[in-house]
């Protein structure tokens, strides 16, 4: 008994160890691979399109106050001449559940043309959301906007899947410290899930021919 409790002990340990590795190595890689690529909305290099990444939305359909700031900083990309186009990336997994799809009403409602907006409706995660970009609606050079504690993931990821991606990145939002503290938390983990998304070249949930939403609409 006591050999099968140092076992189980042994490998209990080897597991956190091993746990604490991957994120270490996860959080150097995105660290590394987005240096140099964040930047203000005035210093951003331009770029076709804006590729907003999805977040929480209210039953009501409203974006919660993370995904606002998010389309917020989008709203200020394209006024300010930095990109052409807004691709909106989110989860549209359930008929009832429409990330892409509040995104879109909360850009016209604020002044933005549709025409200017493309909406991705499998963008599941970051990863599909930026290898859709690539694959599916041709993007190769993008500014992503998402938060800051989440920025330099979803840069190395798009960077990696063969976007040329800079990154602007919200704040703002920090006066919801609860949310954040819990947002912070999660990207510990959601770092070595992206070392092994890139490791295994997974396809998106969601492959699907080629869409020309946002060359249309950067070029309208």
């Not at 949310?179 to 699907?208: C, I, M, T």
């Amino acid at each position: 008994m006591r050999a099968y409790l140092r076992k189980i002990v042994v490998a209990g340990a080897l597991g956190v160890a091993a746990a604490v590795l991957a994120m270490a190595a996860g959080d150097l890689w995105v660290r590394a691979a987005a240096h140099g690529h964040v930047t203000s909305v005035d210093d951003a290099p331009a770029a076709p399109v804006a590729l907003v990444l999805g977040a929480e939305v209210y039953a009501d359909g409203s974006p919660s106050p993370f995904l606002a700031a998010r389309l917020e900083l989008a709203r200020e990309l394209l006024a300010a001449g930095k990109v052409k186009a807004i691709l909106v990336s989110g989860d549209h997994r359930e008929w009832g559940y429409n990330e892409p799809g509040a995104m879109f009403e909360w850009l016209v409602d604020h002044g933005v043309p549709s025409a200017r907006v493309v909406l991705d409706h499998a963008g599941f995660d970051t990863y599909d959301s930026c290898a859709r970009a690539k694959r599916v609606f041709g993007v190769d050079k993008a500014i992503v906007v998402t938060q800051t504690y989440h920025i330099d993931r979803a840069v190395a990821l798009c960077r990696r899947l063969g976007v040329e991606a800079s990154g602007v990145a919200d704040d703002s939002v920090r006066v919801y410290e609860e949310p954040w503290r819990n947002s912070v938390v999660r990207e510990r983990g959601a770092v070595v899930k992206a070392l092994l998304d890139v490791v295994s070249g997974r396809d998106p949930v969601f492959l699907g021919p080629h869409e020309a939403g946002v060359e249309v609409a950067v070029s309208s």
